[in-house]
C-alpha cells in the first residue's frame, strides 16, 4: 500500500516539479504523456471487451475495468494509465438511479433539486467501494513500474448533472441554486464533495499514484461564482486525500500528486491551483505560456494539445505538438496530454505516433 506514491518515474517527477520523490531535483530519462479518455472507443480491443455489457457495470467488474485500463498502455507505450472508471461511478455506488446512456452521457432517474432531495441523498458506505480497489490493485499489480493515476468529478461537475439530471450545455440549473438558494447548494456540493473525496483516497490507498479532479464545466461559471460558491467544495474534496498516513523511509509524508482540470477555465485556472492541487491541466484553448502567468513558474502544468488537430496531416500535427512542448517550458514541470478528451473517432495509430514524437524529443531541445 502507498507503494505507487512513493515510486520514481518520468511522470511523477514531472508532477513533483521535476524533482524525485526524494525532493531532489533530476531530469527524467523521457518526456511523459498520456491522454485523457485514452481508453475507450479509438481502440478496436476496447469496443470488442464492453459489447454486451454497460458502461457502468464494466466499471464494476475488477477484471474488465482492469483490462481496459491497460490497454491503452500497452498499445500506445503512454506514461501513465488513467483508471477506468466514471465520474458518476460514487453515485451509483451510494445507490442512486444513474446510467451513462450511449453517446448521450451521464442521466439520473430522479434530478436533485429541492432540499428535500438533497437530504434524502444516500450515505455511501465505504464497503461500497471493493470493486474499484479490487480493480485498482489488480491494474497496479500488470502495469509494474507504469504509475496509474485515479480520478473523480469534482463537487460543481458532479453536482450539475444532478441538479439537471442529464448533461446540458450552460447548467443553468446548478447555476441559479447557487444564487437562489444557497443554503441547498452548499448542502448538496458539500455531499458531492465528500463522495468525491472518498472515490479519490479509495484509489490512492490501493496503489494508484496520483489523482486528478475533473471540474470538467467549471468554464460555464464566472470568476466570482467560482470563487463564492465552488472553490471551498472542491478544496474539500482535495482534503480527503492531502494526508495518506503514511511516511517514506526517510521520515517524509506520502503525498500524491494531486491535478486539477476543466475546459475553459483559462480565467479560473489561478483558483484551481488555489483549491489544493499541486498540477494544472490546461485545456486547449489557453497557450501553456500563458498559464505560466497565471498560476506561477512553480506550477507544474498538463496539456493541452487539441484535439481538434489529431486527424490533421502529420507535419501539421508534429508542428502543433513541438509548439505546446516549447510554450510548457517554463513550467517547473510539464506533462503532455490533450486539451480534453480523445474523440471516439480518432484513429489511434495516430496517438501511438504522437507518444513516440514526445519520447523522441526528449530534453534536448
Ligand atoms: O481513459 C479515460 O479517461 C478513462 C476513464 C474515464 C471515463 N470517464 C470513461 C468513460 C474518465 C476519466 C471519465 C471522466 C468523465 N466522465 C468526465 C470528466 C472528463 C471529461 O470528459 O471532461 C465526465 C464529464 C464524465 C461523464 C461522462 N461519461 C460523459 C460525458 C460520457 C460520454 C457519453 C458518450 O457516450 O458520449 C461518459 C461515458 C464514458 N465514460 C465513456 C468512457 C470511456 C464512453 C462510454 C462508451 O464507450 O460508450
Same mark, same amino acid.
Given at each position: 500500500? +502507498? ?8 511522470? *511523477?517527477? &514531472? @508532477? ?13 530519462? #523521457? #518526456? $511523459?504523456?498520456?491522454?485523457?479518455? %485514452? !481508453?475507450? #472507443? ?13 458502461? +457502468? ?19 500506445? /507505450?503512454? /506514461? ?13 455506488? !451510494? ?5 451513462? %446512456? ?18 434524502? *441523498? ?8 471493493? $470493486? ?28 450539475? @448533472? ?11 440549473? $446548478? ?27 479509495? &484509489? ?7 489523482? &486528478? ?17 465552488? *472553490? ?11 494526508? +495518506? ?24 485556472? /489561478? ?12 485545456? @486547449? ?31 501539421? +500535427? ?17 506533462? *503532455? ?9 480518432? /484513429? ?14 526528449? @530534453?534536448?531541445?
Amino acid at each position: 500500500l +502507498l507503494t505507487g506514491l512513493t515510486a520514481d518515474s518520468a511522470l *511523477l517527477n &514531472q @508532477y513533483r516539479g521535476g524533482r524525485n520523490s526524494a525532493g531532489e531535483i533530476t531530469r527524467p530519462h #523521457r #518526456r $511523459p504523456v498520456w491522454f485523457m479518455r %485514452q !481508453a475507450g #472507443r479509438s481502440l478496436p480491443e476496447y469496443r470488442a471487451l464492453r459489447e454486451g455489457t454497460t458502461m +457502468l457495470d464494466s466499471c464494476l467488474d475488477p477484471a474488465l475495468a482492469s483490462e481496459i485500463t491497460l490497454q491503452p498502455v500497452r498499445r500506445h /507505450d503512454v /506514461d501513465a494509465a488513467i483508471f477506468f472508471s466514471d465520474i458518476v461511478i460514487p453515485l451509483r455506488l !451510494a445507490g442512486i438511479d444513474v446510467e451513462i %446512456q450511449p453517446g448521450v452521457g451521464p442521466v439520473l432517474g430522479h434530478p436533485v433539486r429541492t432540499r428535500a432531495d438533497v437530504e434524502a *441523498l444516500p450515505t455511501l458506505d465505504d464497503a461500497a467501494f471493493a $470493486p474499484i480497489t479490487e480493480a485498482v490493485r489488480r491494474t497496479v499489480a500488470e502495469l509494474g513500474s507504469t504509475p496509474l493515476i485515479g480520478f473523480a468529478g469534482a463537487p460543481f461537475t458532479l453536482a450539475a @448533472y444532478m441538479v439537471e439530471g442529464k448533461p446540458s450545455r450552460d447548467h443553468l440549473g $446548478p447555476r441559479t441554486m447557487m444564487h437562489a438558494d444557497p443554503d441547498t447548494w452548499n448542502a448538496l456540493a458539500a455531499w458531492a464533495a465528500e463522495v468525491s473525496g472518498r472515490f479519490m483516497r479509495a &484509489q490512492l490507498m490501493a496503489g494508484a499514484s496520483a489523482a &486528478q479532479l475533473f471540474d470538467s464545466w467549471a468554464g460555464s461559471l464566472g470568476r466570482e461564482d467560482y470563487a463564492r460558491h465552488v *472553490l471551498r467544495h472542491s478544496a474539500e474534496a482535495f482534503t480527503h486525500v492531502k494526508d +495518506l498516513g503514511g511516511t517514506t523511509p526517510e521520515g517524509h509524508r506520502v503525498t500524491a500528486p494531486l491535478i486539477h482540470f476543466g475546459t475553459g477555465t483559462g480565467e479560473i485556472l /489561478d483558483l484551481l491551483r488555489a483549491a489544493g492541487a499541486d498540477v494544472v491541466g490546461v485545456d @486547449y484553448r489557453l497557450n501553456l505560456a500563458e498559464a505560466t502567468r497565471r498560476v506561477g513558474a512553480e506550477t507544474p502544468l498538463q496539456g493541452n494539445i487539441d484535439p481538434a488537430l489529431l486527424p490533421a496531416d502529420w507535419p501539421v +500535427l508534429e508542428k502543433h505538438v513541438r509548439s505546446i512542448i516549447a510554450a510548457g517550458s517554463g513550467a517547473a514541470g510539464h506533462v *503532455l496530454n490533450l486539451g480534453h478528451g480523445v474523440p471516439p473517432e480518432t /484513429d489511434p495509430e495516430v496517438l501511438t505516433r504522437v507518444v513516440s514524437l514526445i519520447h523522441e524529443i526528449g @530534453y534536448e531541445d
